[in-house]
Every structure is written in structure tokens, then in C-alpha cells.
């Protein structure tokens, strides 16, 4: 049995994915690019540095990245996802060391006033726009609730430990976003403020620190529907086990997180994306095939592997969007993913009301 085309190309569609490379002659953006076309990939996410060698990877400075952007679009459409992480302070992909322009940190964004918050906001959106990005993995709005969070509290990621705060910072950055033509997500469903551990490294468990209400707060408040409001844009699920929701699985692969709490719950309808597959929390547990499938199955819509975690062979290797679509075909013929191609064709669709949320890539 083979799928048929629309099916191939949904699958495509929920992919986002890390290159390597920054200018067009470069072997291993060749190859990457090769790769991508192969499994029709929805989106790609760009990088300042890889993280194994330390060297440079796809950001580089303003002129060559919107150069990158244009090739990127070239060969894999003119709707494609070009995501960054782009929340300011330590977590800034574009910055003053490669030539665009450092922005605050969740602390001093939060300390601004609202409408200096928004034309804050909007100048880092419209940086992101004229660099070629439509898609910004942030908000982050996990809550302060440990100060001493390596990955969160303790790099100045959270806005504030009073969840009123985050959302109040929050929706001034999504405006921003919104009203210059860039996709937000908010992250790490269902809260990573509390943990004592960073998922990029190994298995998180929050389930005696996760503060269940104050650390959902911002996302019942923001994913509300109201008058005059853009919509928070996709949700990214963290890799974060607490026995409290699911005893069984993290919450990226979790049915119960994803499923019955973000969409039943609280009536979440739009796009979910999980947080990286290669982060250590997901490769030390799972196979990356079954990581795909359990992720499909517990109800994500975009599957993201940024190929851009720090190895002990200190070499970042192929794009693996290829591998990646083959697993998911196999496991649609196989019957493990529940739903069928119906399942799939259902994500697809939620991306493609998203892209068309996005501004039209700027000609460079």
C-alpha cells in the first residue's frame, strides 16, 4: 500500500527542521536542501551557532541571512515556515554579535510600560520580517516559579512569577507579532518554570514542583477567544514528565497533555508543535520513530527537529527530514497512527490556516 500524494505532502507540511549552511555554496546546505525538497518539509528553523562544532551555522549577518531566506523559499515554497527563536537576552538568534540589534530579556521587557512593551515588540518583529522570518518561537511563558531554573528563571527567560504579569507581557508581544505579519508560539506546555532540570540535557520531572493552575494561567488566558484579539498562533509542548497529568509518558508525547487537557480542557483548536525530538529528553528514552508516532498519536500537528544539539562526536550530521517522512509514511501503512491519513490531512490543514496568518516574504 502507498499513500496517496495529498497525504505525502501533509506529511511534509508538519515537519520543521535545522540546516546546515549559510550561503548558497556551501556542501552542507546543499545536501540539507536536497533532503528537505525530498520530504516536502513544511518549515525550517535557522540558527546563529551550532552547537557542536560552536562554529557558524545559518545566521551570520543581516545581508546573508536574507539572502538564506530567499534560497530557502526558493526551493521549498514561497509558504514555507522560517522559524527562529527570538525571545531576547540570552535566547536571541539575531544580536549585535552578527550585525542586527540586541533586544531585552523577559525581565526588562516586563518591567517596560505597556505601550513601550509593544513598540519593543514590534521593532524586534519587523527586524525579523526584513531578515526573511515568519515565525517566532516565542513567547515564552512559563511562569518564575523557581528562580533557580537553569534553562528558565536563571537565564531570565520568564517575565515574571506573577502569571497576571506574563500575560500581560505576553499579549503586547503577540500584538506586536501579529500586526507585522510574524507567527507567534507560546512554550513549554504545560509549564517548564518550576523544573530543576533543562530538557535539552536529559529527562525533566516536574511533578512535585509543576504549580498545576498558576503555571496554566497564561495559557487558558491567552488561547481565550475575545473581541479584537489575533490569537496566540501554535503552542509549543515541552518535553517535561509529570505523573500528576500522564504517569506514562513527557508531555510532547503524551495523549493525555495534548489531547485531552490542551484540546479538550481547554479547547485549544489550533496548531501544536513539540519542542525538538533531538533534545536529550526524548533520544535517552525513545527511538526517533517511535518519538515521531507517539507525538502524532498524542495529537501534535508540526514534529520539529532542529539536528542541532551538542554531540560527543562534536558534529552536527544530515538533515534528517527524509528519514523522518519515511518513518511517518511507514507508520500511517502500518496502522500506528491512529486516525489514518484522515489524522494527518487534519494537522495539515491547521498549518495551512496558520501560513495564511503569515506576511508575505519580503523581496530581497
Known amino acids: 500500500m502507498q499513500l496517496d500524494l495529498e497525504v505525502r505532502k501533509a506529511i511534509g507540511r508538519m515537519l520543521v527542521v535545522g540546516v546546515r549552511g549559510s550561503t548558497k555554496g556551501m556542501r552542507a546546505l ?3 536542501l536536497n533532503a528537505c525538497v525530498d520530504a516536502r518539509v513544511g518549515g525550517v528553523i535557522l540558527f546563529e551557532m551550532d552547537a557542536s562544532s560552536g562554529e ?3 545566521i551570520v549577518t543581516p545581508t546573508q541571512t536574507q539572502m538564506l531566506t530567499t534560497i530557502l523559499r526558493d526551493r521549498l515554497g514561497g509558504d ?3 522559524c527562529v527563536d527570538q525571545e531576547g537576552g540570552r535566547v536571541a538568534r539575531l544580536s ?3 550585525g542586527f540589534v540586541d533586544r531585552p530579556t523577559a525581565v526588562e521587557f516586563a518591567r517596560l510600560p505597556g505601550n513601550d512593551q509593544y513598540c519593543a515588540a514590534r521593532e524586534m518583529a519587523d527586524e525579523l520580517v526584513h531578515a526573511g522570518f515568519n515565525v517566532n518561537f516565542a513567547p515564552c511563558v512559563d511562569v518564575n516559579v523557581n528562580p533557580e531554573n537553569p534553562v528558565i528563571g536563571a537565564r531570565d527567560r520568564a517575565y515574571s512569577a506573577d502569571p497576571k504579569e506574563v500575560v500581560r507581557s505576553a499579549e503586547n508581544f503577540i500584538r506586536a507579532h501579529h500586526d507585522a505579519g510574524i507567527i507567534t508560539c507560546l512554550k513549554h506546555f504545560p509549564g517548564h518554570g518550576s523544573a530543576t532540570q533543562d530538557s535539552h540535557d536529559g529527562f525533566v520531572d516536574i511533578t512535585d514542583t509543576h504549580e498545576f493552575e498558576r503555571e496554566l494561567t497564561p495559557y487558558s488566558c491567552l488561547m481565550n477567544a475575545r473581541v479584537d484579539w489575533p490569537g496566540v498562533g501554535m503552542v509549543m509542548i515541552g518535553h517535561l514528565y509529570t505523573a500528576r497529568i500522564d504517569p506514562e509518558f513527557p508531555a510532547s508525547l503524551s495523549h493525555k497533555t495534548i489531547t485531552k487537557l490542551l484540546r479538550e480542557q481547554m479547547e485549544y483548536d489550533g496548531v501544536v508543535i513539540v519542542d ?4 536529550c529528553a526524548i533520544t535517552e528514552q525513545y527511538a526517533p520513530d517511535d518519538a515521531l508516532v507517539l507525538a502524532i ?11 542541532n544539539i551538542q554531540s560527543p562526536t562534536g558534529a552536527t550530521g544530515p538533515c534528517p527530514a527524509f528519514e523522518m517522512r519515511e518513518a511517518i509514511e511507514k507508520a500511517c501503512v502500518d496502522g500506528r497512527i491512529a486516525g489514518g ?5 487534519a494537522s495539515a490543514e491547521r498549518i495551512r490556516r496558520l501560513q495564511a496568518r503569515c506576511r508575505p516574504a519580503v523581496a530581497n
Open 276 to 279: 525538538s525530538l533531538d533534545m
Open 56 to 58: 557558524e551555522r545559518n
Open 341 to 345: 491519513s484522515d489524522r494527518l490531512l
Open 297 to 307: 498519536n498524542a495529537g501534535a500537528d508540526i514534529l520539529m527537529h532542529c539536528n
Open 96 to 98: 549585535a554579535r552578527n
Open 30 to 32: 546543499h545536501l540539507d
Open 80 to 82: 514555507l515556515l522560517v
